[in-house]
């Protein structure tokens, strides 16, 4: 984008009024209103011709190796724009490596698609922290409330779980030395008189 005389004037008239701010006369305000839509309407029309030359380059690359020569200038100008080349490019290339001009856009593809690896692996990178559920650890009873944050909890040894006494419960209280007598030990059952002998013995008769 380049500016004409009248237009740089006008630039430095702005950039001007921006660091000493002052009170501008109205020629100044229309002056730099039109300037602005003029950018504005270079970038629009910029924009409008990178759209147009990436779709050519599409074209061209997809009618590869016939049309070799019409999309090596084509990706030279793009990469002038800040075009930033894809894998079909980097394939693309590599097919054509027996050209030297498609040799040397290869190197150069080549280092901008690793730069644009390493921007996009520094922008993902995060600190890591520690997950709410380990901090509320702190506050059950028996945890790390006891413990300094540089501490780490000791591990108990691995045992039988089996031996280990299990804890009394407090609802029933302490086991008593006696064991407590069955309803059966209270109250035992009654017991049914013996039946009569089947041949009771005789009596014997008075001398």
Known sequence: MA??????????RALALALHPTPASAEDVQDCLRLAESVD???????????????????YRAALPGTAAGY??????ALGLGYRPDPDDLSALRALRGNPTAAA???????????????????CGTT????????????????LAALSASEEPVKKPAGNPAAEPRPQSPAKG??????????GEVFPPKRKPAPPPANPPQQLAAG
């Open 105 to 123: 856009l290869l190197d150069r593809c080549a280092t901008l698609a690793e730069q644009n690896v390493r921007t996009r692996l520094a922008g």
């Open 3 to 12: 500016f004409g005389a009248q237009e740089l004037r006008v630039l430095r």
């Open 41 to 59: 309407e270079a970038a629009r029309e910029g924009a409008r011709l990178r759209a147009f030359l990436l779709a050519d380059l599409a074209r």
């Open 72 to 77: 090596l200038v084509l990706l030279e100008e």
């Open 174 to 183: 302490p086991r008593p030395d006696r064991p407590i007598p069955t309803p």
């Open 128 to 143: 890591p922290t520690v997950p709410a559920s380990r901090t509320r650890l702190t506050a059950l009873p028996g945890g």
